[in-house]
């Protein structure tokens, strides 16, 4: 009878043992899908900012040329005849719209 009882303990404690462990293979494993999705999530602020940085910086660098700095650069090779031609446009709208007061500063 007694080794009936510990013949019982030892195999009543085989799945609690396995039980304890999948516990914790699942909790590393949900504790590493959490990092993965709080990574993603950070990447993705950080491209978001650094998307708008870039878009707002194109935009007001386009702004704050004169038609005298585009000329200088087109005649020092620094503009291909297109880029200049394109910026070239956005200065004359932008004094266009200056003009007509719907811009106050260029930006």
């Known amino acids: 009878m007694f080794g009936a009882i510990v013949t019982f303990s030892l195999d009543s404690a085989g799945p609690i043992a396995q039980t304890v462990d999948q516990r914790q293979?699942?909790?590393?494993?949900?504790?590493?899908?959490?990092?993965?999705?709080?990574?993603?999530?950070?990447?993705?602020?950080?491209?978001g900012r650094i998307r708008n940085r870039v878009k707002h910086s194109a935009q007001r660098n386009q702004a704050d040329f004169t038609l005298e700095e585009i000329r200088r650069l087109r005649d020092q090779g620094d503009l291909t005849i297109s880029?200049?031609?394109?910026?070239?446009?956005?200065?004359?709208d932008r004094m266009q719209l200056q003009s007509a007061g719907k811009v106050k500063d260029g930006r």
Do not use: N, P, S
Not at 83 to 92: A, C, F, K, N, S
């Open 25 to 47: 293979a699942l909790g590393k494993g949900f504790l590493m899908l959490g990092g993965v999705a709080v990574l993603v999530l950070i990447g993705g602020i950080v491209l």
């Open 83 to 92: 880029e200049y031609e394109t910026l070239r446009q956005g200065v004359i």
